[in-house]
């Protein structure tokens, strides 16, 4: 099993759509999350970290659920600059090397 | 602003050359790291860093070194370049300050072709 496994892409929708992307992580140490944007051919940038409560930057609203080791993005009313390959990252714990985990990555194609 | 400066974005070497990949961040972050990038495989982990002269080894060191002289400078070294290590470089930094650590900020990347 994969560390950090997220939904295959690519997803196309239509501008106004609304479109939720998911990921699993398989570490239950895990304690800091966060999904990470990049365009193509960039680097990758921090969209927004992940909260327990679950937390909301304007169109874009983050869920963590820690018993079934998920994490899920939602975007509403999709842009065409929503364009991008979004990352779901989750950190291992110090004793575990204190690393940043990287899923692959699901990429959005918002059309007019 | 957190500014991240890989020293080339993109570059091209022979099989067998020494090649160096210079990575510089602007906010004193303790944590540097590099990784690659490559379709399919995402981000993987090279050699990562919490300080000036200490490194880890990643999930994929093999034919990899790195450098940590100075705090702000992080250093890739390929010793003797092979083709599969054509690929998308990225360093990254981050802070350990609490609140903030794990966020990490990435360099634009150095796409590295090897012939």
């Known amino acids: 099993r994969k560390e950090v496994e997220q939904d295959p892409g690519p997803f196309n929708v239509p501008e106004g759509a609304t479109v939720a992307f998911n990921c699993t992580y398989s570490n239950s140490a895990s304690q800091s999350f966060f999904w990470y944007r990049q365009d193509c051919r960039k680097e990758p940038k921090l969209l927004m970290s992940v909260y327990s409560s679950g937390n909301e930057d304007g169109r874009f609203t983050a869920q963590l659920n820690r018993a079934s080791q998920y994490i899920s993005l939602l975007i509403r009313d999709s842009k065409l600059s929503d364009s991008a390959t979004y990352l779901c990252v989750v950190n291992f714990p110090y004793n575990q090397g204190g690393k940043l985990i990287f899923g692959q990555g699901t990429e959005l194609s918002v059309k007019p | ?115």
Not at chain 2, 81 to 100: D, E, F, R, V, W
Request: aromatic share 12%; charged share 25%.
């Open chain 2, 1 to 115: 602003d957190v500014k991240v400066t890989q020293s080339s974005r993109y570059l091209v070497k022979r099989t067998g050359e020494k090649v160096f990949l210079e990575c510089v961040q602007d906010m004193d972050h303790e944590n540097m790291f590099w990784y690659r990038q490559d379709p399919g495989l995402g981000l993987r982990l090279i050699y990562f860093s919490y300080d000036v002269k200490m490194k880890e080894k990643g999930d994929i060191p093999e034919g990899y070194s790195v450098s940590r002289e100075k705090k702000e400078r992080f250093s890739l070294i390929l010793e003797s370049a092979s083709t599969n290590q054509t690929s998308m470089y990225l360093c990254a930094s981050s802070p350990i300050k609490t609140g903030q650590k794990n966020i990490q900020y990435f360099g634009a990347g150095t796409r590295l072709s090897v012939l």
